[in-house]
């Protein structure tokens, strides 16, 4: 649901980055800050535990363009992935615009992707999304480590949809605005049709 600001000719759309915990979501919106033409971004705002997990939500403003004469600003969200902030990640989710679902690579992460996974579903479903209908990609995460699984086998499990996916690692850049670049383009076309 993206927010137009008509005195400003702004069209505002959210994106947010869900996964397990520490599957690198504000490692993604960290990247993409630090990389971004300052003319191009807000403050990122972080607010993380003691334990430097994300509490709430990262939030980076950036303009990308326009649509008839609008400005159209992407908001970049995380949400905590920890179990015990399930209210926290409903409320992130609410008008959403576009899903990146950031799976962790490691083999004893599959059943926490999984999870995870079918707890966007319901919360969105919650809210009324069908998350088939949202612009969405997948980012497998942390290919830099030993232990990871096959890249088809986490599709066979996460993505049987067969959604746009890429190959990350985030502390590194890789795969990062690539996967922004997809969910973004999705979202722009979705606001074609609407506009």
């Known amino acids: 649901m993206s927010f137009i600001n008509y005195s400003s000719r702004e069209i505002n759309c959210k994106l947010v980055y869900y996964g397990p915990g520490l599957c690198g979501k504000t490692t993604n919106l960290q990247f ?13 705002i972080s607010l993380a535990t003691e334990t430097e997990r994300t509490l ?8 990308l363009g326009e649509i008839k004469g609008f400005k159209v600003r992407f908001h970049l969200y995380t949400v905590p992935g920890q179990v015990f902030y399930a209210a926290s990640r409903k409320l992130i989710l609410k ?3 576009g899903v990146v679902f950031v799976s962790d690579s490691q083999i004893e992460r599959m059943e926490a992707n999984i999870e995870s996974l079918e ?15 949202l612009p969405f990609t997948i980012q497998h ?34 795969g990062v605005f690539e996967t922004l670049k997809d969910v ?3 979202v722009l076309v979705e606001l074609k049709k609407n506009y």
């Open 56 to 63: 709430f939500f990262d939030f980076l403003p950036l303009a």
């Open 141 to 174: 995460n942390k290919r830099d480590l030993p232990n990871v699984a096959p890249i088809d086998e986490m599709n066979k499990l996460l993505n049987p949809n067969g959604v746009p996916w890429f190959e990350a690692i985030a502390t590194q850049g890789t």
């Open 32 to 44: 993409v800050y630090k990389k971004t033409n300052p003319d191009q971004k807000g403050k990122l």
């Open 119 to 133: 707890d966007l579903r319901i919360n969105l479903a919650e809210q009324g999304y069908d998350l088939d209908k």
């Open 95 to 97: 008008g959403v615009d």
């Open 184 to 186: 973004g383009k999705q």
